[in-house]
């Protein structure tokens, strides 16, 4: 794609998107939920907004041809996370779609009947706008099918027309507040009618206003300089929306007469024609042109959100996520027909059957699900990726992503009282989308396994185990060691051993190449060892595009426990820790990890652990590796702790105190008698390498891990195993990303 865009386009493009049936539609009931206290929730919503905002920012400029958030979230937080990115942003998006064409329907409505006074022919208004929000779902449903989808260029003069008449609404009316100063201040009395409670849900209720960044963040890659212009366009745009908003908010509030209730009261029984009649007050014209403005920016909405959903499947059906078919492409018109279908079939049964409360409810539940997984797979990203180049880094560090989490969390629960359904909705959304992934996902990348798959073959010595340790064969020179260790920690659990040698072709060749070229004359060694020791065995060679996407791919279809990775003792490119081969599997596989630097072959007969001075999540984990090792070589482990030079004895007690909370976190079941040693230095990398002139082994625990920072191994191992040149093995323990967030708002709280 040719980058086109300047700040200038994409700025229109994310108010062309901001200002759909939100600010048109939603401002009435919004008014019900908080009386006065309007104004407070549009100025919660842009703080909210303007969280989430720091993250798409950061994400967009670092990864501007990444798709936005859904593959965000795949990149971030791995497959199963990715598919409910995609699952929640299609049906976000749809149901969006249904909120502006019912929008449509309204202001569509109030054009035909009471502008243009045209007859009703036995029907009822409300039935009208079912009628034209069928047609308009339906017209531009056919729009896309033909592939002429409205331009960027036709939003943005949609967008400076759109913000002209609500330039002009707000400027007369705070013409009328200074002419009627004491109607204003009644109008805002009492100002929080039903408290911060009240607030809360209209905040929640109209969320689906400040919903566009995810289109903008798109544009990426037909950005111009695109790290500086999705920056300045996505604050711009913000900006632009959220003091829109907010003077809107006093406007129609502060002038609206209160007839014979408050003007809240007024606004929620006008409902979606709520701001069409607050302009009939304020301004001239204002009731023509806020109808005119009112249909145009459904228009544009819709047209553009519809795209989006229909891309959005078309993406998943790629990617194996959903059905297959859906990622057909038409011959002639070149769109995904299949998947635009089943979208404007969402679309119209939503906008049909649903009222307009739970279909503005419904949409904004949705997308709030898929910005916290958004803001974890920052936080997941910004740690896995150090090798980026970071343009934006969000201020505090993870503080202010957690923040936006905790900001949703609340607006869900708000959300329950506003519509209870939505959240039913939502729920159900979920399970069906554990349905599809459980039942189609996970068969459908089996069958692309075995499709792979070209050599196969199983030795069987006792009867199978549910423990499985998967061990990818790349280098033959260093096999018998490596293979010796997977043995050990196979025997440990009593389990089986599943070998991998995978075949990388590149996109430009066909697969064919890696299936002429390939040999399984290491696969046939590890089998030979295996059933040496009477293991059982399964051993598979793969043709693929990715090794590491076919490693992560085994071990999700495979169920593995145990994944055990060569390393050559340094990192291979810049910005990685052990290369990128093995950096990628280490921070998305969701099993046990082992990563092993073996520079020759030898007996691991003495075996040593460093430990840190204080606590660390992997200790048990590898004391359970080093036990394994332990008891298949017959070795003796010492544990180490490198303590600052001249300690106190105070200092020393508390060494020692922790010292004895690691051996009893370990717990080690060794052959011969545990030595634990302390050692004074300043620098730990040198002590240990110092150290290892006495081991012919060293095992490291996983460091700790920190949200705040980008962690790993950290830099320690890698100048342990380029200096020492023993065996190196680094012990991860499997762990969810909702336990690190725990800990680090325990730590916040304690």
């Known amino acids: 794609m040719s980058r086109v865009l300047g700040v200038w386009e994409i700025t229109l493009l994310g108010i062309a998107a901001l200002l759909g049936g939100g600010v048109f539609t939603l401002l009435g009931h919004s008014a019900g939920f908080a009386g006065g206290g309007l104004v407070l929730s549009m100025l919660i919503g842009a703080v909210i907004s303007f969280i989430n905002l720091n993250a798409y920012i950061s994400l967009a400029t670092a990864f501007p041809d990444a798709g936005g958030g859904y593959n965000w979230v795949r990149d971030g937080l791995g497959e199963m996370q990715g598919f409910f990115a995609g699952w929640f942003s299609w049906m976000a998006h749809s149901v969006a779609c249904a909120l502006y064409a019912v929008s449509f329907g309204i202001f569509a409505s109030e054009f035909a009947f009471s502008l243009l006074q045209m007859p009703l022919f036995g029907l009822a208004p409300n039935t009208w706008g079912l009628i034209f929000t069928a047609c308009v779902i339906l017209i531009f449903g056919i729009v896309n099918y033909r592939g002429t989808a409205l331009t960027g260029r036709i939003g943005g003069y949609i967008s400076v027309v759109l913000l002209t008449i609500l330039g002009f609404y707000i400027i007369f009316g705070f013409k009328n507040i200074i ?13 929080l009618p039903f408290g911060m409670a009240g607030v809360l849900q209209a905040t929640a209720f109209f969320y689906i206003a400040f919903e566009g960044s995810e289109i903008q963040a798109q544009s990426g890659e037909e950005a111009k300089n695109p790290e500086r212009t999705l920056k300045i366009s996505l604050f711009s745009s913000w900006a632009i929306i959220s003091v829109l908003y907010l003077l809107i908010a006093i406007v129609i509030i502060g002038v609206v007469p209160k007839g014979s209730g408050q003007s809240w009261e007024i606004l929620n029984q006008l409902g979606g024609r709520a701001i069409i009649h607050s302009a009939q007050t304020v301004m001239p014209l204002g009731y023509v042109l806020m109808i005119v403005g009112g249909l145009l920016a459904n228009i544009a909405a819709l047209n553009a959100t519809i795209y989006s959903a229909s891309r959005v499947l078309f993406a998943m059906a790629r990617d194996k996520f959903v059905l297959e078919r859906l990622g057909i492409v038409h011959t002639i018109n070149q769109i995904p027909h299949y998947a635009l279908i089943v979208s404007i079939g969402a679309i119209l049964i939503t906008a049909l059957f649903l009222p307009l409360h739970d279909i503005a409810a419904g949409a904004t539940i949705l997308f709030i699900l898929l910005f916290m997984q958004l803001n974890i797979a920052y936080i997941q990203l910004r740690r896995k990726k150090p090798e980026a180049i970071w343009h934006y880094i969000v201020p505090g560090g993870a503080f202010v992503p957690v923040l936006g989490i905790t900001a949703y969390v609340l607006l869900s629960i708000a959300l329950f009282d506003v519509s209870q359904f939505a959240i039913y909705f939502a729920l159900i959304w979920f399970l069906l989308g554990l349905v599809n992934y459980y039942g189609y996902t996970l068969t459908e990348k089996r069958e692309d396994l075995e499709r792979d798959t070209i050599y196969e073959h199983a030795s069987r010595f006792k009867d199978r185990s549910n423990y499985k340790v998967i061990f990818p064969i790349e280098d033959k020179e260093k096999l018998l060691g490596l293979s010796a260790i997977a043995c050990a920690l196979a025997k440990n659990e009593n389990g089986d051993i599943l070998a991998i040698h995978v075949r990388e072709v590149p996109h430009m060749l066909p697969l064919r190449e890696g299936i002429q070229n390939s040999d399984h004359a290491a696969l046939d060694r590890m089998e030979g060892i295996a059933s040496q020791k009477h293991f059982n065995i399964d051993t598979r060679l793969l043709v693929a595009r990715s090794i590491p996407e076919s490693i992560l791919d085994t071990v999700s279809v495979e169920n593995g426990d145990l994944l055990i990775m060569g390393w050559d003792g340094v990192a291979s490119s810049h910005g990685f820790i052990f290369g990128r081969k093995v950096d990628i599997v280490l921070h998305r596989t969701k099993c046990d990890l082992v990563v092993v630097s073996l520079p020759y072959l030898h007996s691991l007969k003495k075996i040593f652990i460093p430990v840190p001075t204080d606590d660390n999540p992997n200790l048990r984990f590898t004391g359970k590796i080093a036990t394994a090792l332990a008891l298949w070589f017959d070795s003796e ?34 052959p011969k008698e545990l030595k634990t040693k302390f050692i004074e230095s300043v620098s730990i990398s040198r002590a240990l390498i110092e150290e290892m002139a006495h081991h012919d082994s060293i095992i490291f625990p996983a460091a700790r891990a920190r949200i705040s920072k980008i962690i790993g191994f950290g830099t320690i191992p890698e100048r342990v195993a380029k200096h020492c040149h023993k065996t190196v093995i680094l012990a991860k323990g499997y762990r969810s990303i909702i336990q690190p967030l725990l800990n680090y708002l325990i730590s916040k709280l304690y």
């Open 637 to 670: 482990i010492t544990i180490g702790m490198v303590i600052p030079p001249q300690s106190t004895h105070s200092a020393m007690k508390r060494y020692e105190e922790i010292m004895k909370e690691h051996i009893r976190e370990l717990k080690l079941k060794t």
């Open 179 to 191: 002419d009627a100063p004491e109607l204003f201040a009644n109008n805002f009395s009492p100002f």
